[in-house]
């Protein structure tokens, strides 16, 4: 790793994480707003707060920035707000028109755009295009008041050791949720903020035998896929592709097959947001998206908590859905650039973004002593995820197209067959993990984190 990135890490430090959408500035293009699919970020928004006073932005000229997030129209005019005190705009773009401009102007020298917001999987197609800037003298600049998360930091870096591609600015990620009553069915000794999976399936087995009904529950008709990619592979393997079918993942089926499965509500099949479940009682602990628990935190503050997901032998895994801040290679206004990524990274601004949409900072130092309860409930959650010393990143798939969706099939093939089906563990991972290694190579994506950078297609091992 090159001394810059050596000094980078020696002054970051872990810090409080949250989820995020993201603003633009008006363009000469500006392609259509759409709105973001809701795994990237909550489905509803906080209750707005006051804003804070604000302090100005240095006059840098106009700013072009433009963004994947913050594309519905009461979004906007929120995060405009925001914006219009720090003397910026931006202009809300769909992601594929957005790549296309960026790559128009690595080839005609010129730039239209001074600054993108987008999703860490926006990022690898202008990578390979040589289209953006190196953001380590700006990280570094911004490192001497603010501390980021050090592993999202990382991620900008993909897979290189001295070029950042995107500064982080926001995220969105899943965590547990529970009713206050199911923490008397814990495992004696077990610490509900630092759980392991083991524990995990016995609080749900107490739970089921003493209340005579299962009462954990998973959303397989939701987001369960992400179930898989982000928590279950990561923690009991250390990796998500690499690792697909290797003897880790074989113990991780037969547990959740045997320890688990048999105390997870069957009505789990049917769920697709926990937090009407986890409000009706039919469930009291779960697992979700931090979008599709809010209601539940936010209905009966009191009688719910959020915790990070359990641990497993190669630590924490968990899914973040980073928002990243980037530089086109040639943007006209690289000083205004910066400028606007130093407002947006500041901990008073991240905060208003928090209460005032719901999405969570990637900074220490935001102030959460006046959150919404559903909101404060979920950072606190978000938090100690991300801060556990053994947290393992597991970023979305990238570098599949429009064949993202079979990635997650296949995840959700090799439980289903083995868990509800009573299939061989051993015939379906080689089965799903070929089919899995055909459409790496027929897309040609590398591996991503968790697993090592690759040359070429990820493997599986």
């Given at each position: 790793?090159?001394?810059?990135?050596r000094?980078?890490?020696?002054?970051?430090?872990?810090?409080?994480?949250?989820a995020?959408?993201?603003p633009?500035?008006?363009?000469?293009?500006?392609?259509?707003?759409?709105?973001?699919?809701?795994?990237?970020?909550p489905?509803?928004?906080?209750?707005?707060?006051?804003?804070?006073?604000?302090?100005?932005?240095?006059a840098?000229?106009?700013?072009?920035?433009?963004?994947?997030?913050?594309?519905?129209v009461e979004?906007q005019?929120k995060?405009?707000?925001i914006?219009r005190?720090?003397?910026?705009?931006?202009?809300?773009?769909?992601?594929?028109?957005?790549?296309?401009?960026v790559?128009?102007?690595?080839?005609s020298?010129?730039?239209?755009?001074d600054?993108?917001?987008a999703?860490?999987?926006t990022?690898?197609?202008?990578q390979r295009?040589d289209a953006?800037?190196n953001?380590?003298?700006?990280?570094?600049?911004?490192?001497?008041d603010?501390?980021f998360v050090?592993?999202?930091?990382?991620?900008?870096?993909?897979?290189?050791?001295?070029?950042l591609?995107y500064?982080p600015?926001m995220?969105?990620?899943?965590i547990?949720?529970?009713?206050v009553?199911a923490?008397?069915?814990?495992p004696e000794?077990?610490?509900?903020?630092?759980?392991?999976?083991?524990?995990?399936?016995?609080?749900c087995?107490?739970l089921?035998?003493?209340?005579?009904?299962?009462?954990?529950?998973l959303?397989?008709?939701?987001?369960?896929?992400?179930?898989?990619?982000g928590?279950?592979?990561?923690?009991?393997?250390?990796?998500?592709?690499?690792?697909?079918?290797?003897d880790?993942?074989?113990?991780?089926l037969?547990?959740?097959?045997?320890a688990?499965?048999?105390?997870?509500n069957?009505?789990?099949?049917n769920?697709?947001f926990m937090?009407?479940?986890?409000?009706?009682?039919?469930?009291?602990?779960?697992?979700?998206?931090?979008?599709r628990?809010?209601?539940?935190?936010?209905?009966?503050?009191?009688?719910?908590?959020?915790?990070?997901?359990?641990?497993g032998?190669?630590?924490?895994g968990?899914?973040?859905?980073?928002?990243?801040?980037?530089?086109?290679?040639?943007?006209?206004?690289?000083?205004g650039?910066?400028?606007?990524?130093e407002?947006?990274?500041?901990?008073?601004?991240?905060?208003?973004?928090l209460?005032?949409?719901?999405?969570f900072?990637?900074?220490?130092?935001?102030?959460?002593?006046?959150l919404?309860?559903?909101?404060?409930?979920?950072?606190?959650?978000?938090?100690?995820?991300?801060?556990?010393?053994?947290?393992?990143?597991?970023?979305?798939?990238?570098?599949?197209g429009?064949?993202?969706?079979?990635i997650n099939?296949?995840?959700?093939?090799?439980?289903?067959?083995?868990?509800?089906?009573?299939?061989d563990?051993?015939?379906?991972?080689?089965?799903?993990?070929a089919?899995?290694q055909?459409?790496?190579?027929?897309?040609?994506?590398?591996?991503?984190?968790p697993?090592?950078?690759?040359?070429g297609?990820?493997?599986?091992?």
């Open positions: 790793m090159s001394a810059k990135m000094t980078l890490g020696l002054f970051v430090v872990v810090a409080l994480l949250f995020a959408c993201v633009a500035a008006p363009a000469p293009v500006a392609p259509a707003a759409t709105e973001a699919p809701a795994e990237e970020g489905a509803e928004t906080a209750t707005a707060a006051p804003a804070e006073e604000a302090v100005a932005a240095p840098v000229g106009e700013v072009v920035f433009f963004s994947t997030q913050f594309a519905p979004e005019e995060f405009r707000a914006l005190d720090g003397g910026f705009d931006f202009t809300a773009s769909e992601e594929g028109p957005l790549i296309d401009v790559l128009a102007g690595a080839q020298g010129v730039s239209e755009i600054v993108i917001g999703l860490h999987g990022f690898p197609p202008l295009a953006l800037m953001m380590i003298d700006i990280a570094e600049d911004l490192m001497a603010r501390e050090q592993a999202f930091l990382e991620t900008g870096l993909l897979g290189t050791e001295d070029f591609y500064i600015w995220q969105a990620t899943y547990m949720a529970a009713h009553d923490l008397e069915f814990l000794g077990a610490d509900v903020g630092a759980l392991t999976w083991e524990q995990f399936g016995e609080w087995k107490a089921a035998e003493g209340t005579g009904g299962p009462k954990c529950g959303p397989h008709a939701g987001l369960f896929h992400r179930f898989l990619q928590y279950a592979w990561p923690s009991w393997t250390g990796g998500m592709v690499t690792t697909f079918k290797n880790d993942a074989a113990t991780m037969e547990w959740m097959r045997d688990l499965w048999p105390y997870i069957p009505q789990s099949i769920y697709s937090q009407e479940p986890l409000l009706s009682g039919e469930v009291w602990v779960a697992f979700d998206h931090t979008a628990l809010l209601d539940a935190f936010n209905s009966d503050p009191e009688a719910f908590i959020g915790f990070p997901a359990p641990s032998p190669y630590g924490l968990f899914m973040p859905v980073i928002v990243g801040l980037g530089i086109p290679a040639h943007a006209r206004n690289p000083e650039a910066a400028a606007l990524i407002y947006l990274t500041r901990p008073e601004v991240q905060g208003r973004v209460k005032e949409l719901g999405f900072p990637v900074v220490a130092g935001v102030d959460t002593s006046d919404p309860p559903g909101i404060a409930i979920e950072a606190a959650a978000v938090a100690a995820q991300s801060n556990a010393p053994n947290a393992l990143p597991a970023l979305l798939p990238v570098g599949l429009a064949r993202g969706g079979e099939q296949i995840f959700r093939n090799a439980f289903d067959r083995v868990v509800l089906n009573g299939e563990i051993r015939t379906v991972l080689d089965e799903e993990g089919n899995l055909a459409l790496l190579d027929e897309t040609g994506a590398p591996c991503w984190a697993d090592p950078p690759s040359d297609p990820c493997q599986v091992q």
